[in-house]
């Protein structure tokens, strides 16, 4: 059977797929890839699962180095634009390629962008937990972030085909559309919020948190407390200090602190790095 | 101001004019009773109420609306056939504090822990962790100043009018008033959590 081994994870490399839907109610956050797109544009090149449900490695800023073994794997990289080489040779991007037997890939850091994606033809096998590989980093569920040594046996091919390659348009936003949320009425401006803010390094897949001029409660609203209510992915929480937090997958199932917005398209959050400028703005 | 709250593109937040209401919106939304949601997640005063997709939202708009006028609050009754017995060692490390805040000593405190049937209200904070609501009003205390960087697994605790038990080792600010050997969390189980929404639960003291 073919494997892939972790020569070397980088910075933070993660199996996930589509993660946890539906399990709120039970405190299990959604969690699964965070950028979906590149996620599902990775699995249909290499004919994987359409509904995610095999999983791939969520690379974060590049510098993960795997090796084939036991028989060639079929990979294709996706998301953020990492330089790679195969035995020192450039490796393709957004679209399928073989690994033979011993062959090491080795992903460089990319340019712009935070997170890509290696999907393998047949899914990376681990442990699933609640029906899913997805490594949730707040409730620490499904298998812990990649380490050297670890080996991952690669699923059986699956029925699917791999989709002809595309064109993979790079997502790099800069500006984010916010929809309304429940509560806005504890800003004292809401109309504050849109404006051009930096991502903090303090950012992860529980949320990425925005560095700026702190926005106010409506005064009414200081120094008291909201009871805990649900939160949803791409929720803009603004806590008492005035810096915003958008909820990424892995975010609390509920929190403490008013949502002002939710982000319309979350997926864009995965590929902001610190230090970005980003620019919210009010749709409805 | 509460009512219909939106939440994103496929989801919203009720927030019901009577807390009342929760339980019996809840158990409506969990059986079916506005087509095309996909997912309820009860809170303290609010239920998530997510769609499939923003078009089945603004199809079923109208009937969530609907039924959140009409939903009765009702004070729910404890159902034998839907509670759980969890055997507790009232020896935690707050016990003595909560007894000094409530007035009520210690064996009072486990007096009255015991006596009054809680009711799972949400789940939330890590999984299996449930909300119990509905014991004896005295036993109201805040949260500790300070969390604990780590609170045991099986600890039981109070904060504000919520009691709960910690399904694993984790950081934690809620009064310790015991300990409990019940397996909260079991992966292999359906549901996975002991204590699910609209469960009941009745402390009983041992040594």
Known sequence: MSALEVIRPGPLALLQDAGRPGLAALGITGSGAFDRKAFRAGAALVGNDPAGRDAAIEITLGGLVVRASGGPVQVALTGAPVPATVGGLAAPFGRAFALAEGDELALELPPRGVRSYLSVRGGLLAEPEFGSRSRDLLAQLGPPPLKAGDVMAVGLAPAWQPAADGTLEPDFPAVLEVLPGPRPDWLAEPAALARTWEVSPQSDRVGVRLLGEALAWAAARIGTELPSEPVVRGGV???????????????????????????????????????????????? | MPGLLPCGPDAILVEPADVAQLPALTDALAGGAVAGVTEVVPAARTVLVRFGSPSALTAGRAALDHLLATVPAVVPVPDPGRTVTIAVTYDGPDLAEVAELTGLGVDGVVAAHTAAPWRVAFGGFAPGFAYLTGGDPRLQVPRRAEPRPSVPAGSVGLAGEFSGIYPRSSPGGWQLIGRTEAALWEPTREPPALLSPGRWVRFEAVP
């Open chain 1, 237 to 284: 929480q603004v806590p008492p200090g005035g810096l915003p937090v958008l909820f990424g997958p892995d975010h609390p199932t509920t929190g403490g602190y008013p949502v002002v917005g939710v982000i319309a398209d979350s997926d864009r959050l995965a590929q902001l790095r610190p230090g970005d400028p980003i620019t919210l703005r009010w749709v409805r």
